[in-house]
């Protein structure tokens, strides 16, 4: 895992270049979905074993897992709003890529075990090519450490940088088109 802090942080790259309305809703289900996947911690804890399909970076960080996620959340919180399909649409990739972020982050990571992307459908563990981020320890008390300080240095330099740059860039891009002239 990196922390459940930094997963809502790359969330946030992911809202911010999404063109809908963002209310609050938008911004929670994000960030909430993007940490919810270590929920499997609690079974590693109660003895799961850690490469089962039901145990650490199992089935929750699965894209089964984010795109159920995406459609609860849809139909928990956006049930009411009029918005047409193409809106909703754009919702639910919207958090399926901030939920599956955490997955493909933790692939990135220099410790544990694999992710299981395709869970249910294919129980192997992943990792992807680029194992940078150093991986956060599950226990929470080690996390008060040195180590968990280079944990931090390393999800800042990874994660919450690249997530300023979006912010940046894409702050930019908007008020380039807002100054551009309409054409019509
Ligand atoms: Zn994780």
Redesign the pocket.
């Given at each position: 895992?990196?922390s459940a802090f930094s997963h809502a942080v790359a969330s946030l790259a992911v809202g911010r270049v999404t063109p809908v309305a963002r209310d609050w809703r938008f911004w929670l289900i994000g960030a909430i979905g993007a940490a919810i996947?270590?929920m499997d911690a609690l079974g590693y804890w109660a003895g799961v074993p850690y490469d089962s399909m039901w145990g650490?970076?199992g089935i929750t960080?699965s894209f089964f897992f984010a795109g159920l996620y995406s459609i609860a959340a849809l139909l928990l919180f956006y049930r009411s709003d009029k918005y047409d399909l193409k809106i909703k649409i754009i919702l639910f990739l919207s958090f399926f890529v901030s939920v599956s972020s955490?997955?493909l982050l933790?692939a990135c990571t220099t410790g544990g075990l694999g992710v299981d992307l395709f869970a249910p459908f294919h129980d192997e563990r992943y990792f992807l090519p680029w194992r940078v981020i150093r991986v956060s320890p599950i226990s929470i008390s080690r996390f008060f450490t040195y180590r968990g300080l280079e944990v931090l240095a390393s999800e800042f330099v990874w994660i919450w940088i690249p997530t300023i740059i979006v912010f940046v860039l894409s702050a930019i891009w908007d008020k380039v088109r807002k100054d551009s002239p309409a054409s019509s």
């Open positions: 895992m990196a996947p270590d650490h970076r960080h955490h997955a933790d």
